[in-house]
């Protein structure tokens, strides 16, 4: 018993790698750009914010672990938001309504944007949420992450220095 469920365990990390290798976007490509609406109704692009280094993160309410890295990510941002980084959450699937009052409950102030027909996902495609993704300054995708992280958290920000060294505070 205990063998069968072992290799079904590596089978399945075996197969969620390769899953995850093809969901993700290719690193040191040009980041596809997107427009969307943020909650007041604008349109904001993807590239909008060229020349600043871009934490990109797909989310949705209904998502647990998306919900436990949000205030993270707020202290992150407000952190480094006087630098040349920048946050841009993108909601897959959610109401307008059910974005803006979590976003007024946890009192965030990064960038929100919406897609409620998860249009993106053609453009940055994966089967898992949470999933972030580090562009530079000149819009190239440097890393990909999938799964929760505790943004401000300092291992993490090394690592975001580390793979992002022209990143100014």
């Known amino acids: 018993m205990k063998k069968t469920v072992l290799g079904i365990l590596v089978l399945m990390v075996l197969f969620g790698g390769l899953t995850i290798a093809q969901d993700a976007v290719e690193k040191g490509k040009s980041a596809p750009d997107f427009t969307l609406e943020d909650l007041k109704g604008n349109k904001v692009s993807l590239s909008d914010f060229k020349g600043k280094v871009i934490l990109l993160n797909f ?52 960038v929100m944007l919406l897609d409620p027909k998860k249009e993106t996902k053609k453009k940055y495609p994966s089967r898992y949420i949470p999933y972030s993704i580090i562009i530079d300054q000149d819009g190239i995708v440097k890393n990909t992450i999938l799964g929760s992280k505790e943004w401000d958290s300092d291992e993490t920000l090394l690592n975001l220095l580390r793979s992002l060294p022209d990143m100014k505070k």
């Open 59 to 110: 989310w949705a309410t209904w998502c647990p672990p998306c919900r436990a890295e949000m205030p993270s990510m707020e202290r992150l941002y407000q952190e480094f938001k006087d630098s040349s980084l920048v946050v841009v959450a993108v909601s897959w699937g959610d109401a307008k309504k059910k974005v803006k009052k979590f976003v007024q409950k946890n009192n965030l102030t990064f």
